[in-house]
């Protein structure tokens, strides 16, 4: 492949070119990315840093906290020293640890071909079920309960059999619930397939758990496989079928972030971090192997290329982050969650960006540079100097379609930029984009053989491009105005009326972010000398670490990342409208309850589930909080008693509802009082961040 410059246009030589001397020598460093490729081809495959071993030879699986997670870390951390990186560590951090030792399979009895599976991470196999058949398996009639709510399993005697289940997270959030019903209905194992993540026919997806340890063996299979075991466990309730898992959960056991450096020369206080991931399901070879080779070829050019980069720029091989903790809702981002809140926290407000990379898929032909709202004008003019690159360079230029960017939002929570977004900094993600090749390969036996170093090499160049711009802003270039409007977008403020929360000072707040935001902004575009900027930098990465750590948690339906108030003021409505209506005597004001956040789970499952997986676990005291504890996940409104009351007086017609106007009115008051405590932290970081930015113009001049 070559990379080398197409000749400009006439109209190009009269225009001044976007892209500095150092930025073309990084993107020649990068070539035509045979490193990258071979760091992917290494880690997808090479039984070493592997499970368990293919037919073909290739290694399969990484879970976090075993043996291949180890050595897989020990490899990286060589090769970011063999690259020049500097100070490289592996820093060590609990998991519970998951192995898979040999491959899933589910068998009809009496036949000899298998049906390929996979158990989701955090759950312990049938050899490990102490119910298991001599030979490990789980052998039993098969009984089909559709989505596995509470209701499925009316008229059906599942005792000591196994369930046959469909998944649907928009019904029962995720494979834990249906898992958890399962067990307490005395069945003795659970073969499910994914509705909406499995869109290939003979596709077997896996994700992590979130499940109870206790409970049953599950394994997932192919759609196919399963339509084939649903008709026969319908033609013949008595067929039995064999589940066949040999895979541990062993708590106490350790995984690793691999951490390298390029010193700053200038300013090493100040940081750009990068981040990806090496932990995998399957193969894994574009998610989520492409994303650490990119990074890793990315440091390598800048290297290569002799850059000194002003801030020092950091690279971190982020492990556990498919899986980490067993019997948790927040199972998942668990490397970064240590690395940025434990061994770290000192990034948090020093930190320029976390820049996360993505994958780098055949038939990839732009880019994509994700952001929040505090760096969307920033990310337009690195965007445009990206898309110059790539139309003008080959071979590139033959088919790359110019880039843009989005406003953007909250770094979600299932990715990495959660845990360093919650820690205090904006963060990006760059990754090439274009293909429709990887729909339904996530996570799933088929990712592998589907990236392309022409892929590879845009996601690399692209992050580059990225890194040295905003390496050499004189001041970070963040835009509060833009956070302005996005927070004044999230206040429900006829909500906040209702509730008797006040919203004049935070309005008045969010009026002068927004002013100091815009002035701050323009001095920056215009660019010059800023002998202040020191100060400037150290003051307004404060003030990103203030809307960050403080504003933001997980609420909703389940891992959605909001502003605080948000959560508060849905279920401060919806119960206001229940007891208003409950009140004027109308039963069917129930039916706001299911509009409670996670009310509406209450219906599709036993109190015991409900209770464990949305009231316990979310609880501040729950052990297995993980990412979510230090106050960033929302309280829950438990409301299924009520809501089961009222059904049962629905049906009845009873219409004394004293007992349930008194309880919702309990805890409607805890609602009102969480969403006036949000109201108070976030007129307190607007306050924090205005004095601030002041501060930051008086020092610009």
């Known amino acids: 492949m070559s990379l080398t410059a197409i000749s400009p246009s006439a109209a190009a030589k009269q225009s001044k070119s976007l892209l500095t001397e150092e930025e073309l020598a990084m993107a020649a460093a990068v070539g035509a990315a045979d490193y990258a490729m071979s760091v992917d081809q290494f880690l997808s495959y090479d039984p070493s840093v592997n499970c368990i071993v293919d037919d073909q030879g290739r290694g399969c699986w990484r879970p976090a906290g075993s043996e291949a997670d180890h050595n897989a870390a020990v490899w990286v951390r060589a090769e970011m020293e063999r690259i020049g990186l500097q100070d490289v560590a592996m820093e060590p951090f609990p998991v519970d640890a998951f192995t898979v030792n040999a491959q899933a399979y589910v068998q009809v009895a009496g036949e000899s071909d298998t049906m390929l599976g996979a158990v989701p991470s955090g759950l312990p196999g049938t050899v490990q079920n102490p119910n298991h058949d001599p030979d490990g398996g789980i052998t039993r009639s098969m009984v089909y309960v559709g989505l596995g709510t509470s209701s499925d399993y009316i008229g059906k005697d599942v005792t000591n059999k196994i369930v046959l289940c469909d998944v649907y997270s928009e019904e029962m959030y995720w494979c834990n619930f249906p898992h958890m019903q399962a067990t307490l209905e005395g069945a003795a194992g659970i073969i499910i397939h994914w509705l909406e993540y499995q869109q290939g026919p003979g596709y077997v997806t896996t994700h992590d758990s979130e499940s109870v340890t206790w409970g049953i063996p599950m394994i997932t299979v192919s759609h196919i496989d399963f339509a084939r075991l649903k008709a026969l466990s319908l033609a013949d309730p008595s067929a039995e079928v064999k589940m066949w898992a040999d895979c541990t959960v062993t708590p106490g056991g350790t995984s690793y972030n691999v951490v390298g450096y390029i010193p700053g020369t200038e300013h090493p206080e100040q940081l750009i971090i990068h981040g990806a991931i090496f932990d995998k399901h399957w193969y894994g070879f574009n998610h989520h192997v492409s994303d650490v080779s990119a990074m890793m070829q990315s440091a390598k050019a800048i290297i290569d290329s002799g850059y000194k980069p002003s801030c020092t ?389």
């Open 313 to 701: 720029l950091v690279y971190v091989a982020i492990g556990a982050e498919e899986y980490g903790k067993a019997d948790t809702l927040n199972a998942w981002a668990i490397g970064s969650h240590f690395t940025a809140h434990y061994d770290h926290p000192d990034w948090g407000g020093t930190t320029r960006a976390h820049v996360e990379f993505g994958g780098s898929l055949l038939g990839d032909y732009t880019v994509s540079l994700g952001g929040n709202p505090g760096t969307y004008p920033w990310r337009m003019k690195v965007v445009s100097t990206i898309n110059e690159y790539f139309t003008t360079h080959a071979p590139w230029s033959a088919y790359y379609v110019p880039a843009g960017t989005s406003v953007g939002g909250l770094p979600g929570t299932w990715v990495d930029s959660w845990n360093y977004g919650t820690s205090g900094m904006e963060t990006m993600s760059v990754s090439s984009r274009g293909s429709t090749l990887y729909a339904g390969m996530y996570h799933c036996q088929n990712d592998t053989g589907i990236v392309s170093a022409e892929a590879l090499a845009m996601n690399a160049i692209a992050g580059g491009i990225n890194t040295i711009m905003l390496d050499r802003a004189a001041v970070v270039p963040y835009d509060f105005s833009q956070w302005a409007d996005f927070i004044k977008n999230t206040i429900n403020q006829s909500a906040w009326t209702q509730a008797g929360v006040s919203k004049a000072k935070v309005n008045e707040e969010l009026t002068q972010l927004k002013e100091l935001g815009r002035d701050l902004w323009n001095k920056i575009k215009k660019g010059g000398s800023f002998e202040n900027a020191d100060e400037v930098n150290a003051l307004m990465m404060q003030s990103t670490k203030q809307i960050f750590s403080k504003l933001i948690i997980n609420g909703g339906w389940g891992d959605e990342s909001m502003l605080r108030h948000e959560h508060y003021q849905v279920d401060t409505v919806q119960l206001r409208a229940t007891i208003d209506g409950l009140e004027k005597g109308d039963v069917n004001a129930l039916w706001n309850l299911l509009d409670v956040y996670c009310g509406y789970y209450a219906l599709n499952v036993d109190r015991e589930v409900y209770e464990h997986f949305i009231i316990e676990c979310t609880s501040p005291d729950y052990p297995g909080l993980m990412w979510g504890n230090q106050g960033r996940e929302a309280h829950m409104t438990d409301v299924y008693d009520e809501l089961y009351s009222l059904l049962d007086k629905r049906a009845s017609g009873d219409t004394d509802f004293s007992w349930e106007i008194s309880s919702l009115t309990e805890k409607y008051s805890v609602a009102v009082q969480n969403l006036q405590d949000s109201a108070d932290i976030l007129e307190t970081a607007l306050s924090n961040v205005n004095g601030m930015l002041e501060s930051s113009l008086e020092l610009l001049g």
